[in-house]
């Protein structure tokens, strides 16, 4: 573990910052967010993760950014494990009927004010899944959703750019 | 005279391909296959249900043979199997649920996949409108100084949602109860009357960690029923995914599980790699899961060249780092003394449930699909399977190390000898007919049994996922274990809620 860890120190990190197309603007949306997150809610943000009837695509893709990669934390964004630390709800899956009051009764466990982000297809209007007796159709339909995340599953840097986005919105408005 | 013989006495195959068989099936043969599940004779792959029919497969133990068998339900019940024979038990509460099938004599009536929130009853039978919502009944617990902890839908990490009850005696588990079904999301429904491009797409989004093997699972029983086969430069590719896949999964497993073992520092490690293989499979095929790459008739998309070159720089820092990671394990007593001797899956319990993959094999069950009944290319490669008998948490992580290793191998061998030629061929115009596959992913064998009508739509497909049968035993394996424990467990087993609840 010694020589693992020394190793470490010695090797530049796998960390992305700068250059090209996609990292660098994961670095610019990361500097931005960490602004307009610090003025709204200090240097931090928790995020919860509900899984409302996914396929576990999007919960790998969100698991994702917690690697060396992306490092979430490095701009302030937690993943909580109780709505009742959270300020945003990250919502996957088509809600299924079975989920519902779940979903319904994590929403109201979290104080305001909060942000519910949709990620997935499925999540924005039942997606693929959509006309099955067992869902709902759609994150919207159960709680107020203030953005929705595109993708099947969105990889984890759209992930990250769209919560910038939803930080920006308000201070905009 | 083999087991399948047996039971299926004189009766005529309704459907004869290769390498499986489908009967119908009277009261008599079912009774026989009961007893011969029972005997450990055959082991279940699957029992599903359609309007009116319930549909058996069996697996025969020693030679492997594979029958399905059909039995007349139109009368409104079948005699359960649950009844000799535990592992139907949540497949028979399951065909109650969506088909309004009765299984006689069930030792468990309660429903499995319907929470009563759907607003109607059997929606793939009758469909008829539901009853007022009842509580469910947890199994009565009694003993002094008993506690209950109940744990989900929603859980604390980023994982799928299911409910955990836990009876415990101070930290010691004396009973975990698992209840399930809350992301059903009417898959099997949604297939029927579709054309195959749609339920391919469906099929590989039934458990997202498995979108390859779940798309070839289904492409191959689609291919099966039309009676062609994918060129063999698709059947290469098809496999180079498959390892992609498992390669990602079992790297993140590996990592994940010292993680609930307060070692963050695997995690962290295997957390790199695993993000690696992902970009190797977004650089070669287009989509970091892989999702929609394989399709009916080969594959949506040739290896891209980029793909190459990426695969193989993967492959050379895997090479490079994985070993040390699997020292690092060996050599930290402080994490081997949570996997040594934890969640221990008794070899007889993984017999005779049937359990697949690293949970199967790590409890001396060295069942594989690539091997068994096999398919192209893995005939034409060399790999080995790990087999080890503690069945403890421990012996699950050494056979994904072991997995990881293999697949390395497996891919060196798929991108070196790629054949050339078309990656898919056009289907042949759609007939009624019948398809059987069974696939390893990197959870376990996944079954998939697909009958098309006469106009090439999807009458009834049935994806059985290998957590069937690795969440019951989940439950026997935390006994005896204390309450901090049991994430350590869980994400050993890492069975799949979506690919269950479907």
Same mark, same amino acid.
């Given at each position: 573990?010694?020589?693992?860890?020394?190793?470490?120190?010695?090797?530049?990190? &796998?960390?992305?910052?700068?250059?090209?197309?996609?990292?660098?603007?994961?670095?610019?949306?990361?500097?931005?967010?960490?602004?307009?997150?610090?003025?709204? &809610?200090?240097?931090? &943000?928790?995020?919860? =993760? =509900?899984?409302?009837g996914s396929c576990n695509g999007c919960e790998l893709e969100i698991s994702a950014l917690s690697n060396a990669f992306y490092d979430l934390e490095r701009y302030g964004l937690h993943i909580v494990p109780s709505p009742r630390h959270a300020d945003v709800l990250l919502v996957t899956g088509p809600v299924t009927k079975n989920m519902r009051e779940a979903l319904e009764r994590a929403y109201n466990a979290t104080p305001d004010p909060k942000w519910v982000v949709a990620v997935g297809d499925c999540a924005v209007d039942g997606g693929i899944f959509a006309g099955s007796y067992a869902i709902v159709g759609g994150v919207g339909a159960v709680v107020p959703v203030d953005l929705h995340l595109r993708g099947c599953p969105p990889p984890p840097a759209e992930i990250l750019r769209g919560l910038l986005a939803l930080m920006e919105a308000p201070r905009r408005a | 005279m083999s087991a399948i013989d047996d039971v299926l006495g004189n009766a005529a195959p309704l459907v004869a391909q290769t390498p499986w068989r489908r009967v119908a099936a009277d009261a008599a043969a079912w009774d026989r296959a009961g007893r011969a599940l029972a005997a450990g004779e055959a082991s279940l792959l699957g029992l599903w249900g359609e309007r009116g029919v319930v549909h058996l497969a069996l697996l025969a133990a020693e030679s492997g043979e594979i029958a399905v068998l059909s039995l007349d339900a139109s009368a409104g019940g079948f005699p359960s199997l649950g009844r000799v024979h535990p592992p139907a038990i949540r497949l028979e509460r399951?065909?109650?649920?969506?088909?309004?099938?009765?299984p006689q004599g069930a030792p468990d009536a309660r429903p499995w996949l319907d929470h009563g929130r759907w607003g109607i009853a059997a929606p793939l039978g009758a469909a008829t409108q539901a009853g007022?919502?009842?509580?469910?009944?947890?199994? @009565?617990? $009694?003993?002094?100084s008993l506690h209950q902890i109940p744990v989900g839908p929603i859980h604390a990490g980023i994982i799928e949602p299911g409910h955990f009850r836990f009876t415990a005696n101070g930290e010691a588990v004396v009973r975990l109860e698992e209840r399930l079904g809350y992301v059903h999301k009417g898959i099997e429904g949604l297939m029927q009357g579709e054309g195959l491009e749609r339920g391919a797409k469906l099929a590989g989004r039934v458990s997202g960690d498995s979108a390859v093997a779940y798309a070839i699972a289904f492409a191959r029983a689609a291919e099966d029923a039309l009676g062609?086969?994918?060129? @063999?430069?698709?059947? +290469?590719?098809?496999?180079?995914?498959? *390892?992609? $896949? %498992?390669?990602?999964?079992? /790297?993140?497993?590996?990592?994940?599980?010292?993680?609930?073992?307060?070692?963050p520092l695997m995690h962290a490690h295997c957390g790199a790699l695993r993000e690696r293989v992902l970009r190797a499979a977004n650089a070669a095929f287009?989509?970091?899961?892989?999702?929609?790459?394989?399709?009916?008739?080969?594959?949506?998309?040739?290896?891209?060249?980029?793909?190459?070159?990426a695969i193989h720089a993967m492959m050379d820092i895997v090479r490079r780092e994985f070993p040390g990671l699997v020292r690092l394990y060996d050599e930290t007593a402080s994490l081997q003394d949570r996997t040594v001797g934890a969640g221990i899956v008794d070899p007889a319990l993984a017999a005779q449930f049937g359990v697949g993959g690293y949970v199967g094999r790590a409890s001396g069950r060295g069942f594989d699909a690539r091997c068994r009944p096999g398919y192209p290319p893995y005939d034409r490669l060399t790999f080995a399977v790990p087999r080890r008998? *503690?069945?403890?948490?421990?012996?699950?992580? +050494?056979?994904?190390?072991?997995?990881?290793?293999?697949?390395?191998? /497996?891919?060196?061998?798929?991108?070196?000898?790629?054949? *050339?030629?078309?990656?898919?061929?056009?289907?042949? %115009?759609?007939?009624?007919?019948?398809?059987?596959?069974?696939? *390893?992913?990197?959870r376990g064998d996944?079954?998939?049994?697909?009958?098309?009508?006469?106009?090439?739509?999807i009458a009834r497909c049935h994806l059985r996922d290998p957590s069937w049968f690795q969440w019951p035993l989940l439950e026997a394996a935390i006994e005896g274990n204390i309450v901090a424990d049991f994430p350590l467990c869980n994400k050993s087993f890492n069975c799949s809620y979506s690919g269950h609840d479907l």
């Open positions: 573990m010694r020589k693992l860890l020394f190793e470490s120190l010695l090797r530049r990190p &796998l960390t992305e910052a700068a250059p090209p197309a996609e990292d660098q603007a994961l670095a610019e949306l990361g500097d931005a967010f960490r602004r307009a997150a610090r003025r709204r &809610l200090g240097r931090s &943000l928790a995020i919860r =993760v =509900v899984d409302a | 399951a065909i109650k649920d969506l088909f309004g099938l009765e007022p919502l009842a509580a469910y009944p947890f199994l @009565p617990v $009694e003993g002094e062609v086969a994918a060129p @063999p430069r698709a059947q +290469w590719l098809r496999a180079l995914m498959a *390892e992609l $896949e %498992r390669l990602a999964n079992h /790297l993140g497993d590996i990592g994940a599980i010292c993680n609930d073992a307060a070692f287009g989509h970091r899961l892989m999702r929609d790459c394989v399709v009916p008739g080969g594959v949506a998309l040739d290896l891209a060249a980029k793909g190459r070159v008998s *503690e069945g403890d948490v421990n012996a699950r992580v +050494w056979i994904r190390i072991g997995e990881v290793e293999q697949s390395l191998g /497996l891919i060196a061998q798929l991108i070196d000898g790629l054949p *050339e030629g078309p990656h898919a061929i056009e289907l042949p %115009r759609a007939h009624a007919a019948e398809g059987l596959a069974l696939v *390893e992913g990197f996944i079954l998939v049994w697909l009958r098309l009508d006469a106009a090439g739509r």
